[in-house]
């Protein structure tokens, strides 16, 4: 193995529907930063690359893509994905308004905003591709505590 530290850089999501993807992460106030619509042309294949000024990249690919660049893909049962994708928010409120916002337009709540053990407002909800997406104000120290379970 090389003595080269890997630097993270990128997560790649791959989703049935790429459109609803796209309009569930814009919500969340990420950039379109690359959508070349299908590739190659006939595939059927949709690669988007989004990001929020951060420095990491989130790109959605559709199945037809996933199977591109990886011949082992094989798509996993919505119950047993083991990820939970983490943006954080600017403030306690805004955590509240972002859930109560996607769970109005029909995104599933998966945990509504409470004050966490480790000190921020902290919610959870489903991306249109059966993702759990959290939710997470700056951290307060004085509000952290241990949890008794």
């Given amino acids: 193995m090389s003595s080269e530290k890997p630097t993270f850089n990128q997560v790649n999501l791959v989703v049935e529907d790429v459109d609803a993807a796209l309009a569930f992460y814009r919500a969340l106030g990420m950039q379109v ?4 619509g299908e590739w190659p042309a006939g595939s059927g294949a949709r690669h988007v690359a989004l990001d929020n000024g951060d420095g990491a990249i989130f790109e959605l690919d559709n199945l037809a893509m996933a199977r591109i660049y990886h011949r ?3 798509a996993p049962n919505v ?3 083991p990820v939970v994708l983490g943006f954080s928010l600017a403030s306690r409120q805004a955590v509240d308004d ?3 916002a996607l769970t109005a337009v029909g995104r599933l709540g998966r945990q509504e905003p409470y004050d966490a053990f480790f000190g921020a407002r902290y919610a959870v909800v489903r991306d249109p591709a059966g993702n759990d997406v959290g939710l997470m104000s700056p951290i307060d120290q004085h509000r952290r505590f241990t949890p008794t379970s």
Wanted: aromatic share 24%; charged share 55%.
């Fill in 79 to 81: 119950e047993d994905r």
């Fill in 72 to 74: 082992g893909w094989r």
């Fill in 33 to 36: 930063r690359f959508d070349g």
């Fill in 98 to 100: 972002t859930y109560r």
